[in-house]
Structures are given as structure tokens and as C-alpha cells.
């Protein structure tokens, strides 16, 4: 098996979680619902995240909440973390069946694997220690961009070392590939409607085509 003529053995990976390896977009259906055991509906909690994210660009769960107060005062701040925090704990539930044996297939060919994901680092670390994946990953680096390149640089401490990325967005995507133009760099689009990129070398709908790939 090859990779871009290269060994696949011992190749190095860099793996976005949300949407790649988790089915955010039912993570989040259900994490909307979970405010309605505070006497708020799924559709309101769903409007003041998405306030929230055109002021900020990445997650943060301290300031969904506080953007949930303005418009529901009475909502104790406290407990709602609690409730949500014992959400993120359920992550497994949303993996994607394809996640776990792509995983152990890069792992069957001792392929070092890393994973990068964005946002509010403590929700982000529950949502990981959670699914059930955390034992594929060598590193786990928890990041507040969607601008990766700064951390692969550092993972790979100065080598020009070839590595493959995988991930949704395409954002990153460009990122990662105008800094290291001779990675391969994979995006990955799970839902109907994302926007495609246009520096991605590969697009995939599963990490069965990525096998394919490699």
C-alpha cells in the first residue's frame, strides 16, 4: 500500500474530531434539547448560540450561557453546567461508525495519529475522554483557532516531515496547506449543504474513501 508513493507504515495523521470523527450536527440537536429541562426551548437555546458565534469564532460554553441569561434571567448558571457537562460525558453515542475502525486501521500500520480539535478545551476534553477514541490518539492538542498550522509546527518540531490532515472545515484546510504545501490534505464533508474547499488536494464523504486514498 502506498501514499502519494510513500509507505504507509509509520505515516503521521492530524485529525479534526467535530464532524470528522463525531456527528456534531446531532450532538448539537441534542445538546439544544437539553436546556428545555430548564423551562427553555431547544429553538431558543439554538438562537442565542448562534448570537453567540457571530461575536466569537470559537465555542465557549461560560458564554453560551451568559448569552442564554440575557433573554431568561432566571436560568442559575451552576446547575445548567452540571446538566451539560454530564451531556458532553455521552459523546460516544455520536461517534461515527466509521471513526473507531479507521482508526485501528492506521494504528494496524503504526501511523502516528494526532488530534487537533477547536474549542472551549474543557467541553472538548469531556467530549474526547468520552467517545471512546482517546486511546488512538499519541497527542491531543486542544486549540481556540480554527488557524492549526501554528500547532503541527510545533508537533513536529521543525521537520519537513510529510503528514496528512484531515478535517471539515475550509478554513484549516487552507491554512494547513499553504504552510506545509507538500502535506496532503484531506477534507471531509459528513452533512449535505457544507461548503467545499478549494485548496483541499482530496474530498471525501467517509473515512472509508480516505482508506481508499491511502
Not at 24 to 36: L, R
Not at 53 to 73: G, M
Request: glycine share 4%; net charge positive; aromatic share 14%.
Amino acid at each position: 500500500m502506498s501514499l502519494n508513493n510513500k509507505p504507509l507504515v509509520g505515516k503521521i495523521f492530524f485529525i479534526d474530531f467535530d464532524d470528522v470523527l463525531l456527528d456534531t450536527k446531532s450532538f448539537k440537536n441534542d445538546y439544544f434539547k437539553v436546556f428545555e429541562k430548564f423551562g427553555i426551548s431547544a429553538e431558543k437555546a439554538e438562537a442565542e448560540y448562534k448570537k453567540m458565534r457571530e461575536q466569537i469564532a470559537v465555542y465557549d460554553l461560560d458564554t453560551h450561557i451568559s448569552f442564554i441569561k440575557k433573554t431568561f434571567p432566571g436560568l442559575e448558571r451552576e446547575p445548567a453546567k452540571k446538566v451539560l457537562y454530564d451531556f458532553f460525558g455521552n459523546s460516544s453515542k455520536y461517534v461515527f461508525k466509521d471513526s473507531q475502525p479507521f482508526l485501528s486501521f492506521l494504528k494496524s500500520h503504526d501511523c502516528r495519529i494526532e488530534l487537533i480539535t477547536t474549542g472551549d478545551p474543557w467541553v472538548q476534553k469531556k467530549k474526547v475522554f468520552s467517545s471512546g477514541l482517546k486511546d488512538f490518539f499519541g497527542k491531543i492538542h486542544y486549540v481556540d483557532t480554527d488557524y492549526k498550522s501554528n500547532w503541527i509546527k510545533k508537533s513536529l518540531r521543525g521537520k519537513k516531515d510529510f503528514f496528512v490532515f484531515i478535517d471539515d472545515k475550509p478554513k484549516p484546510l487552507q491554512d494547513v496547506k499553504e504552510n506545509f504545501p507538500n502535506s496532503l490534505v484531506i477534507q471531509i464533508i459528513r452533512h449535505n449543504g457544507a461548503l467545499k474547499s478549494d485548496t483541499a488536494d482530496k474530498i471525501v464523504y467517509n473515512l472509508g474513501q480516505v482508506k481508499k486514498i491511502l
